[in-house]
């Protein structure tokens, strides 16, 4: 494919070579006036080569890195234009080609992930429904209410499934909206910490809750969806970290940030998998059953705020998640 590339830069060091030995033969034989002259045109001529090589082969490249980084960040469907016709231009033509393939494959995998999704909800609605009336029968007992509850909880967890898939959806399609308005932090983790507790104590985990130590202006924000991401935080350290029956969680503001941090202290991350647990549909070694989307949906939240989400794993072992907001500009 670089055969004529190839040729080029070939004949440039044999013509560059070539002349280098006239060079030390006019020199060898006290010419100095041509030495002089081939040396001049040597250097002109190396120049000349390295000009052309840096606006014919290493700039086109570094925008095919470019374009090449942005499609593995999920930028599908980007295009890029201006490359000469040679192999080169043809690279790149190849590559917008597999940039539509894949917004092509994604857009598919959105819609076909929406529709399902969306036939998905009303039948389970229903089974909780019915689940939940069966269960207050006084008839219903022994093996059979323990079924129903078996069922009631397992369609519980589907439909939060279903509920991740609806807001991944969204996300892709665009329709991803938030209604940020100034809100109390403070009272938004507390809340969630309370609607969260008693299935941490069922689960046998204790919340250790560091609240800040002076009082937290309104942030901008919307209360809903910080909300949703904190209720995903502690679902996440209660999975992941159930084996250390323990939960820290604190909140404090920093350098014109409010952070949020849930700690575990379960077996942690391994080290190769913490670059991708943001990833959408990254499971990893995980057992827990699940989506594997719920942290690329806090992330993309926590973004749109302005904010950062990192999870990283705590020195004295389990899983450390921060989330770091923007205070309002007149806080």
Known sequence: MFGNLKTQLLLSAIAALALLLMGIWAASHALMGWATAILIVICAYVIMV??????????????????????????????IEGFADDEIGELADQMNNMSEKAAIAEKTRTEFISQVSHELRTPLTAITGWAETIAFDPDVKGDSLRGINI??????????????????????????????????????????LFTYGELMKQAGMTVKYTPPVTEIPLIPGDSERLKQVFLNLLDNAMKHGGDGGRID???????????????????????????????????????????????????EIVTRHGGTLTVSNAPEGGCLVSVALPMAKNA
């Open 151 to 192: 069922i009631s909880k397992e369609a519980e967890r589907l439909t939060n499934m279903v509920t991740e898939l609806l807001e991944f959806t969204r996300i892709q399609d665009g329709r991803f909206n938030l209604r940020i308005e100034l809100i109390d932090i403070a009272a938004e983790l507390e809340d969630a």
């Open 249 to 299: 969680v604190s909140l404090r503001q920093e350098d014109g940030h409010v952070r949020v941090n849930v700690r575990d202290y379960g077996h942690g991350i391994p080290e190769a998998e913490l670059p991708h647990v943001k990833e959408k549909f990254y499971k990893g070694s995980s057992k827990n059953r699940g989506t594997g989307i719920g942290l690329a949906v806090c992330d």
């Open 50 to 79: 390295n000009i052309w090589f840096w606006a014919a082969v290493s700039q086109p490249l570094s925008r095919l890195t470019e374009h090449a980084r942005r499609i593995s960040e999920g930028s599908y469907g980007t295009k």
